[in-house]
């Protein structure tokens, strides 16, 4: 089992920034897949960022490239979102995800943190 625990989340300004932390514990290995996804209201939970620790590969979803940058903290079982220029509608509940296997397939992320709410405000 692995269990998440993701923090960070909150209120902030369109343009501002945000960091987002997911501490991963249990039984980690080293070809683990972790992510952040995403649902906002009234919309299907999607995949945002993603982070090979194989092979510190990354995936972005489009509307985020530029502007969120996703890594792993050095030493520990543990990731990164860092939300730049945030937009309106990134607002969401953002979902901290891990499992082993291909970091863009849903199927891969078998772990799943409770979430943590942003809220970007024009």
């Known amino acids: 089992q692995v269990q998440l625990v993701e923090s960070g989340g909150g209120m902030v300004q369109a343009g501002g920034s945000l960091r987002l932390a997911c501490a991963a514990s249990?039984?980690?290995?080293?070809?683990?897949?972790m992510a952040w996804f995403r649902q906002g209201p009234g919309k299907e939970r999607g995949l945002v960022a993603a982070?090979?620790?194989?092979?510190?590969?990354?995936w972005y979803l489009d509307s985020v490239k530029g502007r969120f940058t996703l890594s792993r903290a050095s030493g520990e079982n543990a990731v990164f979102l860092q939300m730049n220029r945030v937009e309106p509608e990134d607002t969401a509940v953002y979902y901290c995800?891990?499992?082993?296997?291909?970091?863009?397939?849903?199927?891969?992320?078998?772990?799943w943190g409770e979430g943590t709410q942003v809220t970007v405000s024009s």
């Open positions: 249990g039984r980690v290995f080293g070809s683990f897949a």
């Open positions: 995800a891990a499992g082993s296997g291909q970091i863009t397939l849903r199927s891969t992320y078998r772990y």
């Open positions: 982070l090979s620790w194989k092979d510190d590969s990354t």
